[in-house]
């Protein structure tokens, strides 16, 4: 795998550091890849999968933290892009929602969530997990002071280190309800009463003759509505 050292754009041989870093990490994975895995004793496939688990949320927090200092800099405007979500999916090909919870997720690691983003950048936790406790955090009021936020952090954080990220995506939702419960309750009703809107939408009743006197109807009610009936 070839990496670019950018030597061409800061001056004749010139390279910044992280460049040649990045150049030495593909070379090391090239390494691995050709590395025959049938060799590998079956009392080691655990730690190999964790370590390389590991590897992949330190380059996903490097990989924000650079997305994050291009929005900065903007450095879209060296590509044309309308914005930082725009040039990330040019770079990377990412979808658009991708691009746009990425670039998201990066502001969030410089600003509101450092302590996850710190988590991230030692492999504490992984990138899917970043984005769960993201979304959680965001996901509180906004009357809701910074000391509640770091504590709610903190606990997405410590249970992290037990659970998946459906399972830690279950308790941010249920740390809402608890944090929040008002809120929570006027979101609840709110998707409620869509549902029972689109319920209603989708009722339908149609009748006809056949013959002999005789006619057909036809219904379509919602589960609720015909258990009523």
């Given amino acids: 795998m070839d990496i670019d050292t950018g030597a061409g754009s800061g ?3 010139f390279a910044h550091p992280l460049m040649r870093w990045l ?3 593909g070379a090391g994975i090239d390494a691995a890849i050709e590395c025959p895995t049938l060799s590998l004793p079956l009392d080691q496939y655990e730690g190999a999968l964790r370590q390389i688990a590991v590897c992949e949320a330190r380059l996903a927090s490097l990989r924000l933290s650079l ?3 291009g929005e900065l800099n903007e450095v879209r405007k060296l590509s044309g892009a309308a914005n930082t979500a725009g040039w990330v999916q040019q770079v990377t090909r990412m979808g658009r929602r991708e691009a746009s919870v990425s670039v998201r997720l990066a502001k969030a ?3 509101t969530i450092r302590a996850t983003g710190c988590a991230l950048s030692e492999g504490e936790i992984s990138l899917g997990q970043a984005q769960v406790i993201e979304r959680a955090i965001r996901r509180l009021p906004n009357d809701v002071d910074a000391a509640v ?3 709610a952090e903190a606990f997405l954080l410590d249970s992290a280190q037990d659970l998946d990220v459906d399972d830690l995506d279950r308790a941010g939702k249920h740390l809402y309800e608890v944090v929040a419960p008002e809120d929570a ?3 609840i009703g709110k998707q409620l009463e869509e ?3 689109r319920a209603r939408e989708s009722r339908t009743l149609s009748f006809g003759p056949v013959r002999d006197g005789m006619g057909t109807m036809f219904v379509r009610l919602d589960v609720p509505t015909l258990a009523i009936l």
Avoid: I, N
């Fill in 109 to 111: 690691l410089d600003q």
């Fill in 23 to 25: 150049a030495d990490v």
């Fill in 195 to 197: 549902q029972e809107r």
């Fill in 67 to 69: 997305t994050r200092q």
């Fill in 11 to 13: 001056g004749a041989g």
């Fill in 185 to 187: 309750e006027r979101r």
């Fill in 149 to 151: 936020r770091a504590e």
